[in-house]
Protein backbone atom coordinates (compact mmCIF):
# COMPACT_ATOMS: atom_id res chain seq x y z
CA UNK A 1 0.00 0.00 0.00
CA UNK A 2 1.07 3.43 -1.06
CA UNK A 3 2.14 5.80 1.87
CA UNK A 4 -0.35 9.04 2.32
CA UNK A 5 1.32 12.06 2.16
CA UNK A 6 0.55 15.86 3.25
CA UNK A 7 -0.20 18.57 1.94
CA UNK A 8 -0.35 18.01 -1.75
CA UNK A 9 0.88 21.25 -2.27
CA UNK A 10 2.65 23.98 -0.63
CA UNK A 11 3.55 27.70 -1.51
CA UNK A 12 6.41 29.60 0.51
CA UNK A 13 8.17 32.82 0.13
CA UNK A 14 12.07 32.53 0.23
CA UNK A 15 13.47 32.23 4.17
CA UNK A 16 9.74 30.55 5.24
CA UNK A 17 9.93 27.14 6.69
CA UNK A 18 7.26 23.74 5.70
CA UNK A 19 6.82 20.81 7.14
CA UNK A 20 5.74 17.60 4.98
CA UNK A 21 4.40 14.97 6.22
CA UNK A 22 4.29 10.97 5.30
CA UNK A 23 2.16 8.10 6.99
CA UNK A 24 1.33 4.60 6.33
CA UNK A 25 -0.67 1.89 7.35
CA UNK A 26 1.74 -0.82 8.18
CA UNK A 27 4.64 -1.30 10.63
CA UNK A 28 7.63 0.41 8.47
CA UNK A 29 11.31 -0.42 8.63
CA UNK A 30 12.29 2.41 6.77
CA UNK A 31 11.18 5.49 5.29
CA UNK A 32 12.73 7.12 2.07
CA UNK A 33 12.67 11.02 1.13
CA UNK A 34 13.63 12.00 -2.74
CA UNK A 35 12.63 15.13 -4.50
CA UNK A 36 12.53 15.37 -8.05
CA UNK A 37 12.46 18.66 -10.03
CA UNK A 38 10.37 18.89 -13.23
CA UNK A 39 11.29 16.22 -15.94
CA UNK A 40 13.65 15.19 -14.19
CA UNK A 41 14.32 11.77 -12.13
CA UNK A 42 13.61 11.37 -8.17
CA UNK A 43 16.72 12.52 -6.39
CA UNK A 44 17.94 10.74 -2.87
CA UNK A 45 17.59 13.37 0.20
CA UNK A 46 17.94 10.82 3.07
CA UNK A 47 17.03 7.54 4.85
CA UNK A 48 15.49 6.99 8.49
CA UNK A 49 15.24 3.52 9.93
CA UNK A 50 13.56 1.88 13.04
CA UNK A 51 14.76 3.84 16.26
CA UNK A 52 12.95 7.00 16.01
CA UNK A 53 16.06 8.93 14.67
CA UNK A 54 16.18 12.42 13.32
CA UNK A 55 18.28 13.31 10.20
CA UNK A 56 19.51 16.76 8.62
CA UNK A 57 21.11 17.87 5.26
CA UNK A 58 22.06 21.04 5.17
CA UNK A 59 18.67 22.59 6.12
CA UNK A 60 16.40 19.48 5.95
CA UNK A 61 16.03 17.28 8.26
CA UNK A 62 13.32 14.30 9.03
CA UNK A 63 11.91 12.27 11.89
CA UNK A 64 10.61 8.94 12.14
CA UNK A 65 8.04 7.81 14.67
CA UNK A 66 7.81 3.82 13.76
CA UNK A 67 4.74 4.15 16.47
CA UNK A 68 2.92 6.34 14.79
CA UNK A 69 4.47 5.30 11.83
CA UNK A 70 5.07 8.66 10.48
CA UNK A 71 7.62 10.37 9.05
CA UNK A 72 8.01 14.47 8.85
CA UNK A 73 10.47 15.88 6.68
CA UNK A 74 11.09 19.97 7.51
CA UNK A 75 12.58 22.54 5.40
CA UNK A 76 13.97 25.33 7.07
CA UNK A 77 14.89 28.77 6.07
CA UNK A 78 13.42 27.22 2.44
CA UNK A 79 16.10 28.76 -0.67
CA UNK A 80 14.63 28.72 -4.32
CA UNK A 81 16.36 25.53 -5.10
CA UNK A 82 14.14 23.54 -2.81
CA UNK A 83 11.04 23.84 -5.26
CA UNK A 84 10.03 20.85 -6.46
CA UNK A 85 7.56 17.44 -5.52
CA UNK A 86 8.94 15.87 -2.86
CA UNK A 87 8.29 12.17 -2.19
CA UNK A 88 8.32 9.84 0.72
CA UNK A 89 8.90 6.01 0.11
CA UNK A 90 8.23 3.49 2.52
CA UNK A 91 9.63 -0.18 3.25
CA UNK A 92 7.86 -1.98 5.55
CA UNK A 93 9.49 -5.09 7.85
CA UNK A 94 7.64 -7.74 5.58
CA UNK A 95 9.34 -6.76 2.27
CA UNK A 96 12.58 -5.09 2.60
CA UNK A 97 13.13 -4.67 -1.00
CA UNK A 98 9.71 -3.47 -2.29
CA UNK A 99 9.74 0.17 -2.02
CA UNK A 100 5.79 1.74 -2.52
CA UNK A 101 5.91 6.08 -2.70
CA UNK A 102 3.51 8.62 -1.71
CA UNK A 103 1.60 10.54 -4.31
CA UNK A 104 3.91 13.37 -4.13
CA UNK A 105 3.69 17.31 -2.73
CA UNK A 106 4.56 19.77 -4.68
CA UNK A 107 6.66 22.57 -3.35
CA UNK A 108 7.08 25.68 -4.51
CA UNK A 109 9.41 28.51 -3.47
CA UNK A 110 8.94 32.06 -4.30
CA UNK A 111 11.65 34.77 -3.79
CA UNK B 1 29.74 5.32 -13.57
CA UNK B 2 26.97 6.26 -15.55
CA UNK B 3 24.73 4.98 -12.98
CA UNK B 4 21.22 3.82 -13.87
CA UNK B 5 20.67 4.66 -17.92
CA UNK B 6 17.42 3.89 -19.59
CA UNK B 7 16.67 3.64 -23.43
CA UNK B 8 14.22 5.01 -25.10
CA UNK B 9 14.10 8.27 -23.56
CA UNK B 10 11.10 9.17 -25.13
CA UNK B 11 8.80 6.29 -27.81
CA UNK B 12 5.58 7.14 -29.47
CA UNK B 13 3.25 3.97 -29.51
CA UNK B 14 -0.57 2.77 -31.65
CA UNK B 15 -2.53 0.95 -29.63
CA UNK B 16 -1.82 -2.74 -29.82
CA UNK B 17 2.24 -2.00 -30.67
CA UNK B 18 4.57 -4.01 -28.56
CA UNK B 19 7.51 -2.82 -27.68
CA UNK B 20 10.65 -3.07 -24.55
CA UNK B 21 11.73 -0.44 -22.49
CA UNK B 22 15.69 -1.10 -21.30
CA UNK B 23 17.22 -0.53 -18.24
CA UNK B 24 20.91 -1.01 -17.17
CA UNK B 25 23.01 0.11 -13.63
CA UNK B 26 26.76 -0.04 -13.39
CA UNK B 27 26.81 0.28 -9.65
CA UNK B 28 27.10 -3.56 -8.86
CA UNK B 29 23.34 -3.38 -7.25
CA UNK B 30 21.30 -7.06 -6.84
CA UNK B 31 18.14 -5.22 -6.75
CA UNK B 32 16.27 -3.65 -9.61
CA UNK B 33 12.63 -1.87 -9.80
CA UNK B 34 10.45 -0.80 -12.77
CA UNK B 35 8.01 2.06 -11.97
CA UNK B 36 5.47 3.95 -13.61
CA UNK B 37 4.82 7.96 -12.80
CA UNK B 38 1.06 9.45 -13.86
CA UNK B 39 0.63 13.05 -12.59
CA UNK B 40 -0.70 13.33 -9.12
CA UNK B 41 -0.29 9.68 -8.63
CA UNK B 42 3.45 10.03 -7.63
CA UNK B 43 5.85 6.68 -8.45
CA UNK B 44 3.99 3.55 -8.52
CA UNK B 45 5.72 0.31 -8.66
CA UNK B 46 4.95 -1.94 -11.68
CA UNK B 47 7.35 -4.92 -11.29
CA UNK B 48 10.99 -5.10 -9.17
CA UNK B 49 13.91 -8.00 -8.63
CA UNK B 50 15.40 -8.67 -5.79
CA UNK B 51 18.41 -10.25 -7.13
CA UNK B 52 19.44 -11.88 -10.23
CA UNK B 53 16.82 -14.81 -11.50
CA UNK B 54 14.15 -13.27 -9.22
CA UNK B 55 11.27 -10.96 -10.23
CA UNK B 56 8.31 -10.01 -8.12
CA UNK B 57 5.38 -7.78 -9.12
CA UNK B 58 4.73 -4.53 -7.78
CA UNK B 59 1.20 -2.62 -7.24
CA UNK B 60 0.16 -2.75 -10.93
CA UNK B 61 1.74 -5.74 -12.49
CA UNK B 62 -0.94 -5.67 -15.27
CA UNK B 63 -0.08 -5.01 -18.95
CA UNK B 64 3.61 -5.59 -18.55
CA UNK B 65 6.17 -8.57 -18.36
CA UNK B 66 9.76 -7.90 -17.14
CA UNK B 67 13.03 -10.25 -17.57
CA UNK B 68 16.32 -9.69 -15.45
CA UNK B 69 18.52 -10.14 -18.40
CA UNK B 70 21.49 -10.49 -15.70
CA UNK B 71 22.81 -8.80 -13.10
CA UNK B 72 23.25 -5.14 -14.63
CA UNK B 73 20.00 -5.12 -16.88
CA UNK B 74 16.13 -5.40 -16.29
CA UNK B 75 13.88 -5.04 -18.88
CA UNK B 76 10.24 -3.92 -19.41
CA UNK B 77 7.75 -5.01 -21.95
CA UNK B 78 4.24 -3.98 -23.11
CA UNK B 79 2.74 -6.79 -25.00
CA UNK B 80 0.13 -4.76 -26.12
CA UNK B 81 0.43 -1.48 -25.68
CA UNK B 82 -2.82 0.99 -24.67
CA UNK B 83 -3.60 4.39 -23.69
CA UNK B 84 -3.79 3.85 -20.59
CA UNK B 85 -0.17 2.62 -20.61
CA UNK B 86 0.79 6.72 -21.03
CA UNK B 87 2.84 7.37 -18.64
CA UNK B 88 6.65 8.17 -17.24
CA UNK B 89 8.50 5.00 -16.36
CA UNK B 90 11.70 4.99 -14.34
CA UNK B 91 13.87 2.31 -13.86
CA UNK B 92 15.68 2.29 -10.45
CA UNK B 93 18.07 0.11 -8.62
CA UNK B 94 19.67 -0.48 -4.96
CA UNK B 95 21.34 -3.06 -3.13
CA UNK B 96 19.85 -5.86 -1.45
CA UNK B 97 18.94 -5.78 1.92
CA UNK B 98 18.65 -8.92 4.27
CA UNK B 99 16.83 -9.01 7.09
CA UNK B 100 17.75 -6.22 9.20
CA UNK B 101 21.51 -5.93 7.56
CA UNK B 102 20.62 -2.58 5.76
CA UNK B 103 23.75 -1.45 3.96
CA UNK B 104 24.85 1.91 4.40
CA UNK B 105 23.34 2.89 0.99
CA UNK B 106 19.89 1.70 1.47
CA UNK B 107 18.51 3.81 -1.12
CA UNK B 108 17.25 3.53 -4.53
CA UNK B 109 19.22 5.32 -7.50
CA UNK B 110 17.11 6.61 -10.42
CA UNK B 111 17.44 6.74 -14.25
CA UNK B 112 16.42 9.08 -16.42
CA UNK B 113 13.02 7.58 -17.30
CA UNK B 114 11.47 7.00 -20.98
CA UNK B 115 8.26 9.01 -21.48
CA UNK B 116 5.72 6.93 -23.62
CA UNK B 117 2.52 8.10 -25.29
CA UNK B 118 0.14 5.13 -26.57
CA UNK B 119 -2.19 6.59 -29.11
Known amino acids: QQPVQSPQAVILREGEDAVINCSSS?????VHWYRQKHGEAPVFLMILLKGGEQKGHEKISASFNEKKQQSSLYLTASQLSYSGTYFCGTADANHNNDMRFGAGTRLTVKP | NAGVTQTPKFQVLKTGQSMTLQCAQD?????MYWYRQDPGMGLRLIYY???????DKGEVPNGYNVSRLNKREFSLRLESAAPSQTSVYFC??????????????????FGPGTRLTVL
Open chain 2, 49 to 55: SASEGTT
Open chain 1, 26 to 30: KALYS
Open chain 2, 27 to 31: MNHNS
Open chain 2, 92 to 109: ASKAFRIGLLVPATDTQY
